[in-house]
């Protein structure tokens, strides 16, 4: 089945750690975006990707890194600089701007 | 920037009942607008796409409008049903292909 793959569904992080969320996709989609959902904020956007080897800042790039090195996969690391990580975070992709967006399941990240 | 508004925040209805959410944007120059159900703890699903050059779609008990002009998309649901009830996000893009933007949502309870 095409799709989007998150993993893990649950990841808690240590002050002070890096973590990195993966995002895959068999859907031959060109784009890919990372998102972050906190209660009550909607979605906002960290980073995106329109073509391999090439990625843009979103809204709240501060204390995220990201890499395109393949189609299929857009992982992203959540550093020691952000100092809020917890959140529910969302990959999405799409195949160009005549067509809709398709959503992975989540990745719910919590520091302890 | 895309702003995009969702009103009501949240809305209980009986079950049978017909409704409508309501999405606004700022920029006229909208491209795409996506409507999106989300589950609680759960990625999003898509649930309508109008293209740029489209005024409404159809799927099923569901129908979403858009009016450019007036910077208003709507979603009808017809005779809601307890598993209706989830969280129901709208979405819109510019043909910068930047990425979409989102409303805070509308959190949907159908009694039964």
């Known amino acids: 089945d095409g799709g989007i793959t998150q993993s893990p569904k649950y990841l808690f992080r240590k002050e002070g750690q890096n973590v990195t969320l993966s995002c895959e996709q068999n859907l031959n989609h060109d784009a890919m975006y990372w998102y972050r959902q906190d209660p009550g904020q909607g979605l906002r956007l960290i980073y995106y990707?329109?073509?391999?080897?090439?990625?843009q800042k979103g809204d709240i790039a501060e204390g995220y890194s990201v890499s395109r090195e393949k189609k299929e996969s857009f992982p992203l690391t959540v550093t020691s600089a952000q100092k809020n990580p917890t959140a529910f975070y969302l990959c999405?992709?799409?195949?160009?701007?005549?067509?809709?967006?398709?959503f992975g399941s989540g990745t719910r990240l919590t520091v302890v | 920037k895309q702003e995009v508004t969702q009103i009501p925040a949240a809305l209980s209805v009986p079950e049978g009942e017909n409704l409508v959410l309501n999405c606004s944007f700022t920029d006229s120059a909208i491209y795409n607008l996506q409507w999106f159900r989300q589950d609680p703890g759960k990625g999003l699903t898509s649930l309508l796409l109008?293209?740029?050059?489209?005024r409404e779609q159809t799927s099923g008990r569901l129908n979403a409008s858009l009016d450019k002009s007036s910077g208003r998309s709507t979603l009808y649901i017809a005779a809601s049903q307890p598993g209706d009830s989830a969280t129901y996000l709208c979405a819109g893009d510019s043909n910068s292909g930047y990425a979409l933007n989102f409303g805070k949502g509308t959190s949907l309870l159908v009694t039964p």
């Open positions: 990707s329109q073509i391999v080897n090439d990625f």
């Open positions: 109008i293209q740029s050059s489209q």
């Open positions: 999405a992709t799409r195949t160009d701007l005549s067509y809709g967006y398709t």
